[in-house]
Nanobody, 127 residues
Framework: QVQLVESGGGLVQAGNSLKLSCVFS????????LGWFRQVPGKERDAVVV???????YYGDFVTGRFTMSTDIDTNTLYLQMNSLKPDDTAVYYC?????????????????????WGQGTQVTVSS
């Protein structure tokens, strides 16, 4: 059984950085397409950054070079490094994974494409 557990959220001032972690248990993270999503109350869950098993990466338009996803195969952990944070980045952040293959990379940016989700971690950016 695959489980994803996020950590690293918190309160941070605008302009600062935060690094989220997602520990992947059950199977090797290298076998999965991976993604970070975020959601604010009353709105849809949006893709922040997603990566296929082939290494193709898609970034949400709002990222503008500020966020980077990485993985540590040895610790089976997925990371999201967030720099130059803005108040609009305030949201619950989720990591996600799937073994499914989609020919259209745009599908990987959709929440329905993922089978496994973490519980979410709150990020609050103050102005």
């Amino acid at each position: 059984q695959v489980q994803l557990v996020e950590s690293g959220g918190g309160l941070v001032q605008a302009g600062n950085s935060l690094k989220l972690s997602c520990v992947f248990s059950g199977r090797s993270v290298r076998n999965y397409a991976l993604g970070w999503f975020r959601q604010v109350p009353g709105k849809e869950r949006d893709a922040v950054v997603v990566r296929t098993t082939g290494g193709t990466t898609y970034y949400g338009d709002f990222v503008t070079g500020r966020f980077t996803m990485s993985t540590d195969i040895d610790t089976n952990t997925l990371y999201l490094q967030m720099n130059s944070l803005k108040p609009d980045d305030t949201a619950v952040y989720y990591c996600a994974a799937t073994l499914r293959y989609y020919s259209d990379i745009g599908d990987y940016a959709q929440p329905w494409a993922y089978d496994y989700w973490g519980q979410g971690t709150q990020v609050t950016v103050s102005s």
